[in-house]
């Protein structure tokens, strides 16, 4: 008797700590990271929990930042992030270099150049005898990162006319906000200019476009949503609230009626005042973002297309193998 009431009391006991550790676990913490805000908003959103329906339910989010591809692509590998937010190109880099043939690309984050939105810039001083993309041969150009999405636009520009690296010009690498500085100082003849850098530069009138990225490729997948199979299939049901609501987000921020309120969440994230934003951002002078972060496939497919034939990547590949939109599809077809 002794015996059976042992073993009945660890048997609760086991239950007991089973069910705290269940409880414990509670919803599932989603680990993200952001290169930069406004542009990559997904951070943002879940700043105001009581507008989504499934926040501390099913899921939770814990946004980050970390500054290139390269290292969320080692995060990744490690175990340490859940969704990578990156250019099309560190798709391919996390397949071939990284080995990660499990990652898929599962939402989108920004797009540059649909129809009439922002396209990221490439400029020249306001001074300056550059006037086609012939007169930029012997010249220094500036990138934020070699093998980018903004070096790879400007490389196919260039090859178009003919000109190729090293041998026509000179591409230095230059975090965004030296770019300007360097342009008005002489030490690189055309600068690579997103948002928001774009906005300030262009209110000096020290300095015009030449082309932009959409000019160079049409429109591009800027921002894509990944994340590996075992992570996916550990949490699909999360992952559909999680898309849900960031679909219910989005909507949210583009309303016209919420649009000061937008401003301010983003604002305090930032820790910059609202008024700043104010003039571009959530218009059609900011990027383009889809009401159900679907990626372009298309325009994803092409980016990398691209950096092969420059040589920035060993091969191309077939993207739509490494996509996986049922997520979002079936988050988009909930009842609103």
Partial sequence: MMMLRFGATMAAFVLALAGG???????????????????????????????????????????????????????????????????????????????????????????????????????VRADSPIRTIDDLKGKILATNSIAGAMDTAMRVML?????????????????????????????????????PFSIDVEKTGQARTLFTLKDAIGESDMTIITARTPFIAAHRAALVDFFEDTQRMMRWFYDPANRQQALEIVASFTKKPAASYAPWLLTKQDDYRDPDIRPNLQAVQADIDNQAKLGLLKSSFDVSKYADLSLVDEAARRPR
């Fill in 159 to 195: 090859r178009r006319h003919g000109l190729e690296d090293k041998r026509d010009f000179q591409v230095v690498e230059l975090d965004f906000p030296n770019q300007f500085p360097a342009l008005l100082a002489g030490k690189i003849d055309l600068a690579s200019i997103p948002l």
């Fill in 21 to 123: 550790m269940a409880r414990a676990d509670g919803p599932v913490k989603i680990r993200l990271t952001f290169a930069t805000i406004p542009g990559q908003l997904l951070a943002v959103f879940y700043q105001r929990p009581e507008l989504l329906l499934h926040y501390g339910k099913s899921y939770t989010v814990e946004p980050s930042y970390i500054k290139g591809s390269g290292p969320q692509i080692t995060a990744l590998a490690a175990g340490e992030l859940d969704f990578a937010l990156y250019a099309p190109a560190a798709l391919a880099f996390s397949i071939e270099n990284a080995g990660l043939t499990d990652v898929r690309v599962i939402g989108d984050a920004t797009r540059d150049g649909h129809e009439d939105y922002n396209s990221r810039k490439y400029m």
